[in-house]
């Protein structure tokens, strides 16, 4: 399926709050998730219980 | 003294407690202090530094520590309670949006606040980055995916969900991109134009959208895929999808790839497609060879990228360049040259851009042979050096060069010390979400450094280029002018300024190289 590119931004942020505020200072509307992590093992199976996702990888950004 | 506080189920970005962090060193009496979360890595962090306390040993991911070592015990409480004191001013501002409202918890949350929401920007560690990544696709958004250490499986199979779907999954590991004029993560303030970027690396696409606006012409759509997109195991998926979609766009008139070489059989689809756009192509593949009847426009270095295109869309010729000043070059390398003292034999260049790094790593070889680097390959006994500084080994733990100048002013302050240093080359690099005055502490490092060469009889030379543009934040006339004034040579992009230092130390290869100005 081809790709339309968007003219036009609505945001929503989930991690580092700095990005919000830059978008927010472009003018652009954006919405910030107060995002915390889940315990491993709930975040494993929701992400099984989301579509056999499955969880990688153990360092933060 | 060591003292330790355990914030049970607290959590804040890496970022903003790094903020805190250096903000807590900065205390009276304090010499070292950490804010992580109780992640394994950070566990041993903490332990590297000195600051693992027993009160700490069972913070988990989702708990806070905080660890400061200071001179006597009260520096060390007053310095925690600063730390607490930034936390708790910022969750106060953070719990209500002024309107009384909570900030949502989750994305779905979210949505049902913005129902018509078109793009989830993620930038959490990685280990959490597919799920909130995929629930965003499900929900018909398209994806800025900031966060790095996702496994290429989990890339793929995000990829493979949007592409179907029409949407664009930026990343993982996507530090910049401009969608509909606006830039997301790292970017600078550039202006909309006819230019569509599709980008395997965030300073490359920087780099590209600023020469770009110097020479005022602007980016109709960025699109950034992260640094595997081109891997055969990824085969191009999103930079497929964007070649179609910067096709399709109306506003794009030309278009630039900007990655490392793509694996073969990627390569052989993304020509391909190529021949199946009527449009002008130019691919800065850096370190590629291509094959003589390869389609599009092929350039080596990212303001060749530019300047490629600019060819294209104003039908003027192009040919590859060594400076945009070559007269100018060389009147400043003979002055430079006949600077009293003795010079080292070696360059050490320090980088905050990954892919300016790289491609001077293979500018330098082009002329001065193998070079040790972090970036890879073998040269031991080379004289000259390139390291890329945010690179994980020096950002564990730490910010990185382009978020904070002081490690990286570090290093160019012990650099004057060094006897068999005689060329210093550093990049800035300006935009959002970049360092607020980088070229400050690192102009007063340069001056530092040349004075204590030129105290030891020595000469030291220090080349730099910045990439950025008047209308960011930090104003690139100002950052460039500070380091002038510290007595850095400033090229207009950074290959010029890896040509340029190179010939400071091989005064041989100078008629060769302005040759191709």
Known sequence: ?61 | MLRAILRASYYRDSVALMRVAQAVRAQPGVSEAAALMGTPANHEILAGAGLADPSLATAGPADLMLAVEADSAAAADAALAHAACLLDERDRQRDSDGAGRVAPRTLDAALREMPDANLAAISVPGAHAKLEAMRALRHGLHVFLFSDNVPIADELDLKTYAAARGLLCMGPDCGTAYLGGVGLGFANVVPRGRVGCIAASGTGLQAVASHLAAAGEGISHGIGVGGRDLSAEVGGAMTLAALGALTADPRTEAIVLISKPPARQTLRALESAIRGTKKPVVLCCLGARPQADAPGIWVETLEDAALAVLGALRGGAWSPRAFADASATRARLAQVRAQPGKRGAGLLALYSGGTLAYETKLLLEALLGKVRSNLGGEAPGSPHEILDLGDDEFTVGRPHPMLDPEARAERVRAAGAKADVGVLLIDLVLGRGAHSDPAGPLARAIEQARVAARDAGRTLTVVASVVGTERDPQGLTRQVGALEAAGAIVLPANAQAARCAALVLRPDLEAKVLAVA
């Open chain 1, 1 to 61: 399926m081809s790709t339309v590119l968007l003219e036009s931004l609505r945001v929503v942020n989930v991690g580092l709050e700095g990005f919000a505020q830059d978008l927010q200072e472009a003018g652009v509307p954006v919405l910030h998730v107060d995002w915390r992590p889940l315990d491993p093992k709930i975040a494993t199976l929701l992400a099984r219980l989301e579509g056999g996702t499955k969880i990688g990888g153990d360092q933060p950004k």
